[in-house]
């Protein structure tokens, strides 16, 4: 902050946080969405790669969404808007994780003709991991036993399979919709 002597009875104060500042910066960013809403496969991508990170059966779908932001951002075909995509991991909070996790648990059980285990003893199991106590490495350490040893096959088979279906028609209903209010766009 560089503050300034008197100039007509006021101080003066000078930031790169200033009200004009974010203003401009807010208006620079809403300008550039705006921009942004009226390219379809922009969007398309943005909502699709939203779902395929919120699907993802275990915590951390921000970083995945980040990391995918990070690897696919040089290629223009391939971008997509990260708020966007975060936006949709909001959907799968850790209420809804359990009973995502336990589907594919089931999805893969039944595409590989194994037999699964009830919800009940597949929730008590991650109350156990989650109620121990000790440090974060160590319940880490077990969740992603739990993970690895105990179903994780089976989820990663019900993921993949719930991710083949649903990113494509996510992406081809994004592209659908953002193709018709784009043409509404233009038109007015």
Partial sequence: ???????????????KFSIRGILAKLSAFWKEFKEDAKNPPYIAMSNAVGVLCMLIPTFGQWYACFLLWIAMRRCKCLNFS??????WTLLS????????????YMLGCSAMNER?????????????????????????????GFLA?????????????????????CYLLSYWI???????????
Avoid at 1 to 9: E, I, L
Avoid at 149 to 169: C, E, H, T
């Fill in 93 to 104: 909070n850790p209420l809804t994780l359990p009973f995502m996790a336990y589907s594919y």
């Fill in 1 to 15: 902050m560089d503050w300034h002597g008197k100039k007509g009875g006021r101080w003066l104060w000078r930031s």
């Fill in 178 to 188: 953002a193709k018709k209010s784009s043409a509404i766009l233009l038109r007015s």
């Fill in 116 to 144: 699964a285990q009830s919800f009940d003893g597949f929730a008590r199991r991650l109350k156990e991991i989650f109620d121990e106590r000790g440090q974060l490495c160590e319940i880490l350490k077990n969740e992603i």
């Fill in 82 to 87: 990260l708020t966007v995509a975060v936006a």
């Fill in 149 to 169: 040893d105990d179903i994780g096959l089976q989820m990663f088979v019900g993921y993949a399979a719930s991710s083949a279906i649903l990113v494509p028609i």
